[in-house]
C-alpha cells in the first residue's frame, strides 16, 4: 500500500453509471486513485492489470453479483472490500462478512460515512501490514530475520528442484567482532551490524535475499544462482565491506573483514545439510585466516 493513505488505490464496482461516476468524483476529489467496473467481470478483469487497497462493490449487479466478486477476489488477492447494498433486508452483515468483506453500507450512500469507514479499513489494514513486516524482520539490521531464512530457503529449495534451476547459499561471519566489542562496546557494534545490514541490502538483486542469521551472521540465499555467480556475489560484498570505515572513537578509523562460505544446493539434500555445506565453508575460511570466501561446490562435502 502507499504510504500515504490518500493514495491508496480502490476499485469502484457498480452497475449504475451515475453512483459511479458521482463516487469516482468523490473519492478523486479526497485524493485516492480510482478504477470503475460495471460489474463483477469487469472488477476481475481489471484487478488482474492493477493491484488496489481497497475493492467498494454494489451487491445486486446484473451477471456476477457483488457477493460472488467478493469470494472470488478473496481467494486469490489480499485486498479490503466495502459491500454497498440497496437495502437492510437484502443481505444480512454476517452473510457479506463471512465473504471476506471488511465492511458493509447501505445504499443511498453517505459519502462522509463511506470515507470514514474506509479510512478505518486501510489503517486496519496498514497496521496489519506492519506488523507482518515486523515479524519477519530483524530490528537492528532491518534484514530478515531468522525464522524468515528457514520458511523462505525451504521455498527456494522447492523451486529449485521443480525447476532444476540452480541455488545458492551465502554464509557471512563478522571476523574477530568480540575483540570489536570488548575494545569498543556493545553499542559501537551495534552500529556496525546496523551498517552490514545497510551495506548487504543494497549489494542484492532483486531476488536474492538477506538475514540476519545469528548475532554476527548473515546469510543470503541466491536463486537461479550457481556457485560461479555466488562466487561474484561473495566478492562485491567482501569489497564493499572492507571499503567501509567504522570510526567508534574519534581517533580510530577501524576496518571489518568477513569470512564468507559458500555452497551451491545439491539435488536430493535437505535444507539442513545445506545449511551445514554453507557453514563449513565459511568455517573453512576462518581457518585459513579469515577474510576470505570458501566456495563448496555441489559435488564437494
Ligand atoms: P571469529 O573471527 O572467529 O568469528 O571471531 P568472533 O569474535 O567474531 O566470534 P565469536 O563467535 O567468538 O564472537 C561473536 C561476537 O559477536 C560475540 C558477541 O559479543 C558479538 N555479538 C553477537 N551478537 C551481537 C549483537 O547483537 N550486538 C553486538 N554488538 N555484538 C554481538
Ligand atoms: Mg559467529
Ligand atoms: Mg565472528
Redesign the pocket.
Same mark, same amino acid.
Given at each position: 500500500m502507499s504510504q500515504n493513505p490518500n493514495r491508496s488505490r480502490i476499485l469502484i464496482v457498480d452497475d449504475d453509471d451515475t453512483i459511479r461516476s458521482l463516487m469516482k468524483e468523490f473519492m478523486t476529489t479526497l485524493g485516492y486513485h480510482c478504477y470503475t467496473a460495471s460489474g463483477g467481470l469487469e472488477a476481475l478483469e481489471i484487478l488482474e492489470l492493477h493491484p488496489v487497497d481497497v475493492v467498494i462493490t454494489d451487491i445486486i449487479m446484473p451477471g456476477m453479483d457483488g457477493l460472488e466478486l467478493t469470494q472470488q477476489i478473496k481467494e486469490k488477492y489480499d485486498y479490503e472490500i466495502i459491500v454497498m447494498t440497496g437495502f437492510a433486508g437484502e443481505y444480512s452483515y454476517e452473510e457479506v462478512i463471512q465473504k471476506g468483506a471488511s465492511d458493509f453500507v447501505f445504499k443511498p450512500v453517505r459519502y462522509e460515512e463511506l470515507h470514514l469507514r474506509l479510512q478505518r479499513v486501510l489503517r486496519e489494514r496498514q497496521m496489519r501490514e506492519k506488523l507482518e513486516r515486523l515479524a519477519i524482520t530483524d530490528d !537492528?539490521t532491518k534484514l530478515y530475520n531468522a525464522r524468515n531464512f528457514y520458511i523462505r530457503l525451504s521455498a527456494e529449495i522447492d523451486r529449485a528442484v521443480r525447476y532444476e534451476h540452480p541455488l545458492s547459499l551465502l554464509l557471512l @561471519?563478522?571476523?574477530?567482532? *568480540? @575483540?570489536y #566489542?570488548d575494545t569498543y562496546g556493545?553499542l559501537e /557494534? #551495534?552500529t556496525v !551490524?546496523a551498517r552490514l545490514g545497510e551495506l548487504i541490502r543494497n549489494c542484492l538483486r532483486r531476488l536474492d535475499s538477506a538475514y540476519r542469521y545469528g /548475532?554476527?551472521e548473515f546469510t543470503v540465499i541466491l536463486p537461479e544462482t550457481d556457485g560461479a555467480s555466488a562466487q561474484h556475489v561473495a566478492r562485491r560484498l567482501a569489497k564493499v565491506i572492507s571499503r567501509e570505515s567504522f570510526s567508534p572513537t574519534t581517533q580510530d578509523d577501524v576496518k571489518i573483514t568477513v569470512?564468507i562460505g559458500i555452497a551451491q544446493y545439491r539435488v536430493g539434500e535437505n535444507m539442513e545439510t545445506f545449511i551445514k555445506r554453507a557453514d563449513m565453508a565459511m568455517y573453512s575460511s *576462518?581457518e585459513q585466516g579469515?577474510n576470505r570466501i570458501t566456495f563448496l561446490d555441489a559435488n564437494s562435502n
Open positions: !537492528l @561471519d563478522i571476523d574477530y567482532f *568480540k @575483540d #566489542n556493545h /557494534g #551495534n !551490524l /548475532g554476527e569470512s *576462518k579469515r
